[in-house]
DNA sequence: TTGACAACATACCGGGTAGTATGTTCATCA
DNA sequence: TGATGAACATACTACCCGGTATGTTGTCAA
């Protein structure tokens, strides 16, 4: 199941702002959005938000930080399971989809902060709180990595390069932080149906045999 | 092939503005990069910029076409060739995957341009433009969207929903733009194998038949 | 030779925004 | 009940950057 910000964050002022900090953050990129939007989507101002965090920077790490938190929320439960490792992968597949869905604005808020940091565009105080969160991330990135290796020599996967088929996998995976939006009336179920989409193209994209892509 | 900016526009100045554009967009997102970082790339100040482009947006709204045309370019002598129309969507696709990595930066500059567009980050005049060009790369995506149900109807593809499937197949196609890195030493049969994998991946994807898929 | 224009460089202005310094209100507790 | 501090709001500053107005240089045609 996936968690909201108010579950994670015991602060219930700063849950508020963080939440409405992705909001803007998504919808208008980093460097759009000014501290003053987010105030405004609070009805607030600029006040309310610099006496809960230090800067600009510091809001967005906060949010990336979070939608990251909340991705292993999700994911620890399905960790241990038994059985194949194909199954296990499906578990954790449709988990991570099914996060990227119901917490677009914070995972945009990684995507971005990826980029970021990629692209060098943070300050040098900023590049260590980065570092730690990206190497957090890559821990989860190996979740992955580790199980479809382990699916592969189970024989259930069939992919030669590793790391090109493992950026291509998590591709996909993401995508729906790109192209989701809600439907009016849409229930859980419908969500988790698309979401099964995504994670199908992404089985079969590993190589994934097709008896049991359908579930 | 991959087709260059020089190729594609006549005047010399412009061409070499074009590039550098896109470049420092690519390194630094679009707000990120002032006129002063493009002129400073190019051993020049402002003056140089402003007297072939007439503001900023209209820089990169330049950037954003000339990305596109070149994928137009290299998909058109594909277009009409004979045979099944899954081998044809396969020849697309590694001339698509061929432009993502080969005019990386200008592909970049597409995305963001859809990405801004659908923010509404753009003046009410730049909306129009953009609104153009993005119709142009409607139009772009639906010779891929016939190919790919042209390839269902003829048995070779196997998918059920059409707008996801096509939304992460170019999802995979483009992905190159995010994490390919030119490596040194690296040839051109490089590159076209490490297309060719990105393209059997999303060729899996849309439920192609594993004997075709090694080409 | 000169004037005229293209192709820039230089200098400057104004708006927007991150960050700060300083109120103001209200609850809590001694 | 008065003091204290958390939780904000208000007012202000400094800076960056897009855009413009103006200067400078080289070239080419008459």
Redesign the interface.
């Known amino acids: 199941m996936a968690l909201g910000v108010r579950e994670q964050v015991l602060d219930h002022a700063r849950a508020d702002i963080l939440e409405a900090a992705a909001t803007c953050f998504m919808?208008?990129?980093y460097?759009?959005t000014s501290i003053d939007d987010v105030a405004r989507s609070l009805g607030a101002t600029k006040g309310r938000i610099y006496h809960h965090f230090r800067s600009k920077a510091d809001l967005f790490a906060e949010v990336f930080r979070m939608g990251m938190e909340m991705n292993y929320a999700a994911l620890e439960p399905l960790r241990l399971t038994r059985g194949r490792a194909s199954a296990r992968w499906r578990r954790m597949a449709q988990a991570h989809v099914m996060q990227m869905i119901t917490t677009k604005a914070f995972q945009r808020a990684v995507w971005m902060g990826v980029?970021m940091h990629l692209?060098g565009?943070t300050t040098p105080e900023q590049r260590t709180t980065f570092g730690a969160l990206l190497q957090h991330r890559s821990e989860y990135g190996n979740m992955f990595r580790e199980v479809i290796v382990q699916a592969r020599d189970e024989g259930d996967f069939d992919f030669?390069?590793l790391s090109?088929?493992n950026?291509?996998m998590f591709?996909?995976l993401n995508?729906p932080i790109?192209?989701y939006s809600p439907r009016t009336g849409e229930t859980r179920a419908d969500i988790e149906e698309?979401a099964q989409?995504?994670v199908t193209?992404?089985w079969?994209?590993l190589?994934g045999k097709e008896e049991q892509a359908k579930r």
Chains 1, 2 share one sequence.
Do not use: H, K, P
Request: hydrophobic fraction near 35%; aromatic fraction near 8%.
């Open positions: 919808e208008r990129g460097t759009e980029d692209r565009a030669t390069n090109i088929t950026q291509l591709m996909t995508s790109f192209w698309l989409q995504v193209c992404a079969r994209g190589g």
